[in-house]
């Protein structure tokens, strides 16, 4: 099996997560954008963990879901609390962190 | 040799006016009532003491005796020892400070009745007499330094007693600005010699000041007399004196005629083992005495205040007494003697304007006096007493002591000796002229009185001291030759009176001063008593009086020469801080502070410009590792 169909999957599920970040507006698709970059570069670990034969690389895909998970968990609560005060989801409209 | 007896306790002499003074001014209007008596008695007590001290002094050998007091300053090499001189020279002084202090609180009792701050005018003479007797008992440049600070203040604070009045603030403020640039004279003196000699006690500093070098010396000289001319109203520093007199007239008297301005006198006579090592230095003084005594008698002769002419007739006596101890040896005595003399009469001259002005409701203009004489007999007969002392009348004092300088110029016997001397018999008949036209104007002729003023004699506890002064004025002067030879007296001092050889039979000197002053009263008669006065002072006169009146420009020079370019450089420098240390700072503040307000654009607050950032950022950082490790 040839590794670089991995990685030019994990390439391309990345870049769709960073122009997601990057043109979305609605705070829950940019994160879930988020999560596909992470998950992106967890195919990567894997990918190269299998090809050299250690487990280094399984272990920290590991370490990045548990983050992940505990992110999403704080993430959401953010987004939640800002829909609440402001009734809007858009990542537009929180934009009083300036000079 | 230490001081035993009465001599150890000399130190009361300061403290009994320095109580006084505190006493007055910390007592506050409790002291009203009787404060005027308290600081009269204080003064009196002094002279007193001083008298007892002299007469102590008179027994010893040697004739001086040291009174240590405490250690006023001792730190690394400055060791300064504050003690207390008591030799001939300082005795002379102390008892013409307290005597002829004395009779001016008894007189002030009499001006200043009426005042409500009469309380505070006493406590300001004690404190004046205090710190003279601090300035001519110290045993020290550092004693005698701070005793000449403490009585620029007391002339400060008694020139301007009225200072509601903006004249007597503004002559205040000029007195002290032209005595501090004398006085910066005398630091700068007292610094070399610490620096130079590493003490600053007259026995230290008079003992080892021949090891200088010359230049040193001559430096020390000049620096001294710099000091000297600011405190003595001396040219160029004359021009406070005759302002001086918007102070009360017992003030004018005591301060301002009789003791403090002569204090450039002492100074210098006490530095004689310092100026016999630099001919300079009493070069530049004789100079000094000359000019001054000239620009005094000439300024004299032109005002209508009878106050200024008083005091520029100080400013001219003074000159004489700088002219004779200019001369050295020859001429101390002589010069110290002139200061006594003119101690009573010109004290006795101003305690009678202060009685004319009394008695005209506070009037100082000449002009509006006239025929005072029948109005104002006693004041007119001890006024007339100081005026032909003054001028020289034969027999009275001035006429002893202003021939003995003019003698000693003579005997220099060179062509300057024949210069000094002809001036200073030229401002003899000058002094004839402006004295004889003040009584004119002032005691006879018609009243050319304002309206509603009506002349009356001063009350005895006024009268009382001018006669005294009177009587001063007419001995004192015979007394200084004869009986109690001032030459003797002083020997310890300056040395033993050398028997001089005379350029000028002194008989011939005593006629033609004479021939001369009688000249100068005629010449006042014909242009004074012989016509009506003009009530105002006539416009349309020549140059030279225009130049009299304005004082010879003194202030003139003084404002353009040094007041305007001082207003020009503060301006100057405002305006540098304003706009050149200020705007360099502010500029900066400024251009930090729009630079990074327009960084801060940069900041949107939309969460997707800062995400693209840091994905250029890694895409940046990522491109660089790869060419780093590729290439």
Same mark, same amino acid.
């Given at each position: 099996m040839n590794l670089?169909?991995?990685?030019?999957?994990?390439?391309?599920?990345?870049?769709? !997560?960073?122009?997601?970040?990057?043109?979305?507006?609605?705070? %829950?698709?940019?994160f879930m954008c988020i999560e596909l970059m992470l998950n992106a570069v967890n195919l990567t670990l894997i990918t190269f963990a299998r090809s050299t034969g250690t487990v280094d690389g399984q272990i920290i895909a590991l370490f990045v879901m548990v983050v992940a998970a505990a992110e999403v968990v704080v993430g959401l609560a953010i987004i939640m609390s800002i829909y609440r005060t402001r009734r809007s989801a858009s990542v537009d409209d929180a934009n009083l962190l300036k000079y | 040799m230490p001081a035993e007896g009465l001599l150890a306790a000399s130190w009361l002499l300061i403290a009994l006016p320095l109580a006084g003074a505190a006493v007055l001014l910390l007592g506050g209007r409790r002291t009203d009532r009787w404060g005027h008596l308290l600081g009269t008695a204080t003064v009196v007590a002094a002279f007193l003491l001083a008298v007892a001290c002299t007469v102590q002094l008179a027994g010893l050998d040697g004739r001086a005796a040291d009174v240590e007091l405490f250690t006023f300053i001792a730190t690394g090499e400055l060791d300064v020892t504050a003690g207390l001189l008591y030799d001939p020279l300082s005795a002379v002084f102390v008892l013409l400070i307290t005597g002829v202090g004395s009779l001016i609180h008894v007189f002030s009792i009499g001006y200043m009745a009426h005042d409500p701050a009469r309380r505070r005018f006493?406590?300001?003479?004690?404190?004046?007499?205090?710190?003279?007797?601090?300035?001519?008992?110290?045993?020290?440049?550092?004693?005698?330094?701070?005793?000449?600070?403490?009585?620029?203040?007391?002339?400060?604070?008694?020139?301007?007693?009225?200072?509601?009045?903006?004249?007597?603030?503004?002559? @205040?403020?000029?007195?002290?600005?032209?005595?501090?640039? !004398?006085?910066?004279?005398?630091?700068?003196?007292?610094?070399?010699?610490?620096?130079?000699?590493?003490?600053?006690?007259? @026995?230290?500093?008079?003992?080892?000041?021949?090891?200088?070098? !010359?230049?040193? %010396? =001559?430096?020390?000289?000049?620096?001294?007399?710099?000091?000297?001319?600011?405190?003595s109203g001396q040219f160029p520093l004359q021009a406070w004196l005759p302002d001086a007199m918007e102070g009360p007239t017992p003030v004018s008297a005591l301060i301002h005629a009789a003791t403090m301005v002569t204090a450039g006198v002492y100074l210098i006579a006490r530095s004689a083992p310092i100026y016999d090592l630099t001919p300079t230095a009493r070069a530049v003084i004789l100079a000094v005495g000359a000019v001054t005594l000239l620009i005094g008698a000439i300024a004299g002769c032109a005002f209508d205040d009878i106050k200024k002419v008083l005091a520029y007739s100080t400013v001219s006596q003074i000159g004489y007494m700088f002219l004779a101890v200019g001369l050295g040896p020859a001429g101390y005595v002589a010069g110290l003697a002139h200061l006594l003399a003119h101690g009573f009469f010109k004290a006795g001259l101003f305690l009678g304007a202060g009685s004319v002005m009394h008695a005209m409701d506070d009037s100082v203009d000449m002009r509006r006096f006239g025929g005072l004489a029948k109005k104002l007999p006693i004041t007119f007969v001890t006024f007339g007493l100081g005026y032909l002392a003054l001028i020289g009348f034969p027999f009275l004092s001035g006429y002893f002591t202003k021939d003995a300088i003019i003698e000693a110029a003579l005997d220099r016997g060179d062509v300057w000796g024949w210069v000094l001397g002809g001036v200073a018999v030229l401002g003899a008949g000058l002094t004839a002229f402006y004295m004889t036209r003040l009584m004119l104007m002032t005691f006879f002729g018609r009243p050319r009185w304002d309206d509603?003023?009506?002349?009356?004699?001063?009350?005895?506890?006024? =009268?009382?001291?001018?006669?005294?002064?009177?009587?001063?004025?007419? @001995?004192?002067?015979?007394?200084?030759?004869?009986?109690?030879?001032?030459?003797?007296?002083?020997a310890p001092v300056f040395g033993e009176p050398a028997e001089a050889a005379h350029v000028v039979a002194p008989a011939l000197v005593g006629l033609?001063?004479?021939?001369?002053?009688?000249?100068?009263?005629?010449?006042?008669?014909?242009?004074?008593?012989?016509?009506?006065?003009?009530? =105002? @002072?006539?416009?349309?006169?020549?140059?030279?009086?225009?130049a009299a009146r304005n004082a010879l420009y003194a202030d003139t020079v003084n404002e353009s020469l040094f007041m305007r370019p001082g207003q020009w450089l503060t301006r100057a420098l405002v305006w540098f801080d304003n706009r050149g240390v200020d705007g360099a700072v502010n500029g900066l503040a400024a251009g930090l502070g729009g630079s990074s307000s327009r960084l801060g654009r940069a900041q949107t607050g939309f969460v997707r410009t800062y995400a693209l950032g840091m994905l250029g950022g890694v895409v940046m950082v990522a491109g660089a590792l790869l060419a780093v490790t590729a290439g």
């Open positions: 670089s169909y991995y990685l030019v999957l994990a390439a391309i599920l990345f870049t769709i !997560g960073a122009v997601g970040v990057l043109v979305r507006r609605n705070a %829950i698709v940019v | 006493f406590a300001y003479l004690n404190l004046f007499v205090a710190a003279m007797l601090l300035l001519v008992l110290g045993n020290s440049f550092v004693a005698l330094y701070v005793g000449w600070e403490g009585v620029g203040l007391a002339s400060y604070l008694l020139i301007a007693f009225w200072y509601t009045r903006p004249a007597a603030a503004t002559a @205040a403020k000029k007195a002290f600005i032209m005595n501090r640039i !004398g006085d910066v004279g005398l630091a700068l003196a007292i610094f070399v010699m610490f620096a130079q000699l590493g003490t600053t006690s007259y @026995a230290g500093v008079f003992g080892s000041v021949g090891t200088l070098a !010359g230049g040193t %010396i =001559t430096a020390i000289g000049l620096l001294l007399l710099l000091g000297a001319c600011g405190k509603g003023v009506h002349p009356h004699e001063a009350p005895t506890v006024m =009268t009382a001291p001018m006669i005294v002064l009177a009587v001063g004025s007419v @001995a004192a002067g015979a007394l200084l030759v004869s009986v109690f030879p001032l030459a003797d007296w002083l033609v001063v004479t021939v001369v002053m009688v000249l100068g009263v005629l010449t006042a008669w014909l242009f004074v008593g012989r016509r009506e006065v003009p009530v =105002t @002072a006539p416009v349309r006169v020549s140059p030279v009086t225009r």
